[in-house]
């Protein structure tokens, strides 16, 4: 029991000091996502997010967020996850393969202007990849959350958050932590 107790305190640890080790310049970086974000928003657009595995919750659970509520009532956002409907999902890949999934929804849904929200541990998904190109291709400010590299997705976007470590798991609870953070702010800029 207490070496389970150890290792527990020890994962804990680690959580807590890759977030706390977010340089400055990320810090800003993530102040931009969100001012970005707002006004996106603001002048009728949306926020589009996608990701595969844990990145795919993430992404729904920050579309949520904007869409039903973080801290306050207000109205509900433009936001969306991809990874939700999945007879798109499984006719673009059946139709497309796997590595255009996201690209022919963000074809299809996305304008100029959108913010894209692409989600990627390690920067080097395919689909995730063709995703980003896509939403820059259709106009899309495209923003990148990754980790401590960016790997390819980092030439993709026009604002890469990349959290400062190699570890998947630290990686997507601190995406999830900026994903929270950036929401409040959201709700903050738009709504006082």
Known sequence: M???CL???EQLAESCRVKQ???DELIARIARFAERAAATIAAGGKVVLFGNGGSAADAQHIAAELVVRLRRDRPGLPALALTTN???LTAAANDYGFEHVFARQIEALVQPGDVLVALSTSGTSPNVL???EAGRARGAFVVAMTGETGGALAGCADLL???PSRDSQRIQEAHITIGHIVCGLIEALRFG
Request: hydrophobic share 40%.
């Open 2 to 4: 207490q070496d389970l």
């Open 7 to 9: 290792q527990i305190r």
């Open 21 to 23: 080790s977010f340089s």
């Open 86 to 88: 999945p007879s798109v």
């Open 130 to 132: 063709r995703g980003a």
């Open 161 to 163: 958050l990349n959290v």
